[in-house]
């Protein structure tokens, strides 16, 4: 190898680039456009060690139309030291992909006086996979890659606030595999599917240990009309129209109040066997489903203080916790279902977080599942999503259909394989079966093979000699060819 292909191979090694993020810490309107409060990117690792980051303020060069830092900075000097003591005196660039290297780019961003480059990529291409196309021995400065929607939000913000200034935190620690699955449930109490659902990977989540944690989420709407200033009084909603449920025509309970209470005392449920038992809230839920839903078709307030006492616990074991998501001393009064709830609180702000629409929905590792919600793609997400796989998984995990399965190269060559071996199998038989009828009517005198080739021999003799037998092609009359005459009879045949 020579040593510029050396050089050349040591860059693509120092440059191919690492999967991270970057979390935007002020101003909050900003904050808040981005999803999760986190811009993925790629960025290439250049003088860097593991688990850094640096914090410093975003710029971008406004004085050019294409904004790409493909020409020298001379009206952007970030040398100067900035005011502001968080952002630790780092400065970073802000500029789009295209026109120029990537070490061009760097290079004119170091020079600036920049303390880190941040690249717009351009259209919906990926933003992995990026080296560095020339030589960039001379760049210290890392170098990042974000998506194009990004960083449009980022430059808007900047054309549209001048003088706000932009903090970001760059974290430059390469994502792992997280052993901790974060599995989120959400759906109703009034829902005959999601009890049966739930029933069925309870069994499964004791198998993952404490790779999974489960949390129950109930939905929770608003009333369209309300505000803070103009509350709305529905059979349907507590606080005041600030947390509804509106029943589907299909739910056996059409009355949205009474699924709310029930929700809040399960979740109460699930916070009380999260202090005792796991198994608590399974159990909960499990006789619940048999004795009010598929039995009763009941929702009430008595048919949950039943359940309790078939588990063996005090009809009034989960007043308490719901009194208290209401801020009052106990439940005895009506006036209560008209005070704000923490705990719908809580669940309202969790759907408008995932933009959840449809119910029951999933959510793990805050990446929500969508089409039809199905026992085996669950547990296949979670497998796929755990690092201790349990024995089950290899069934299961063919379900995920979050992630494309790669071909199985070995099974491709072995049906090639055997796809070769049966044509050349075929192509013998079928030679030694011809082989095997030619002998056998040879050998039952069906084929006189020397009389025919005697036939033909003395047949070709005489055509030879009787020339005047046949007239060649005639091209004297109007160059018109004339069909060659033959004796019938002259000429055998095998």
């Known amino acids: 190898m020579s040593i510029n292909s050396f050089k ?37 690792k250049v003088g860097l060690q593991s688990n850094f980051y640096i914090r410093g303020q975003i710029f971008m060069e406004t004085i050019t139309e294409k904004h790409d830092a493909c020409s020298p900075l001379t009206g952007l000097d970030l040398r100067k030291k900035n005011e502001t003591i968080y952002d630790e ?78 903090l970001a935190e760059v974290d430059f620690s390469p994502k792992t595999e997280k052993k901790i699955v974060d599995f989120k449930f959400f759906f109703s109490s009034s829902e005959p ?25 109930y939905v929770v709407h608003q009333d369209p009309y309300y505000t803070v200033e103009n509350p709305r009084n529905n059979i349907n909603c507590l606080s005041k129209g600030a947390y509804c449920y ?60 039943n359940t309790l006492d078939m588990l063996g616990y005090p009809a009034n074991y989960l007043d308490g916790c719901v009194s208290d ?40 590792n805050d990446v929500a599942l969508h089409g039809i919600i199905k026992e085996e793609s669950i547990i296949g997400y979670l497998c796929n999503n755990v690092r201790d796989k349990p024995d089950f998984c290899g069934l299961y995990s063919m379900f995920d259909k979050s992630k494309k399965s790669a071909p199985n190269k070995k099974l491709i060559y072995f049906l090639m394989f055997l796809l070769i071996v049966v044509n050349i199998s075929l192509f013998f038989m079928c030679r030694a079966y011809i082989l095997e009828r030619i002998n056998d009517r040879v050998n039952s005198g069906n084929i006189d093979i020397d009389g025919r080739i005697n036939n033909v021999i003395n047949n070709y003799f005489a055509l030879k000699s009787s020339s005047n037998d046949y007239k060649a092609f005639d091209n004297s009359n109007n160059n018109s060819a004339k069909v060659i005459e033959m004796r019938e009879g002259s000429v055998g045949t095998i």
């Open 246 to 305: 509106f029943p589907k025509q299909t739910t056996i309970i059409q009355d949205g109040q009474k699924i709310l209470m029930e929700d809040l005392r399960q979740k109460c449920m699930f916070k009380l066997s999260k202090e005792k038992s796991a198994s608590l809230y399974y159990e909960y839920m499990k006789t619940f489903s048999n004795e009010c839903i598929i039995s009763r078709k009941s929702l009430s307030e008595l048919c949950s203080k």
């Open 89 to 166: 005196n780092y400065k970073i660039l802000l500029a789009y992909r295209g026109t120029c290297s990537f070490s061009q780019k760097a290079r004119n961003a170091q020079q600036a006086g920049a303390s880190m480059l941040i690249v717009i990529n351009m259209g919906n291409t990926p933003i992995n996979n990026v080296i560095f196309d020339e030589d960039s021995s001379d760049i210290y400065i890392p170098v990042a890659l974000i998506n194009y929607n990004d960083g449009k939000i980022i430059e808007d913000y900047i054309k549209s606030n001048s003088g706000s200034k932009i």
């Open 8 to 44: 050349l191979y040591l860059q693509i090694i120092l440059f191919i680039v690492t999967y991270s993020q970057i979390s935007i810490l002020s101003p909050y309107g900003l904050v808040e456009q981005f999803y999760n409060k986190k811009i993925e990117m790629s960025y290439g």
């Open 193 to 217: 599917r999601a009890y049966d659902l739930i029933g069925n990977i309870t069994k499964f989540l004791d198998k993952f240990g404490d790779q999974v944690i489960f949390t129950p989420h």
């Open 325 to 364: 998501s209401f801020g009052v001393s106990d439940l005895y009064s009506s006036s209560y279902i008209e005070k704000e709830n923490k705990i719908l609180k809580d669940e309202y702000e969790e759907i408008l977080k995932y933009k959840l629409t449809t119910f029951p929905a999933v959510v793990i």
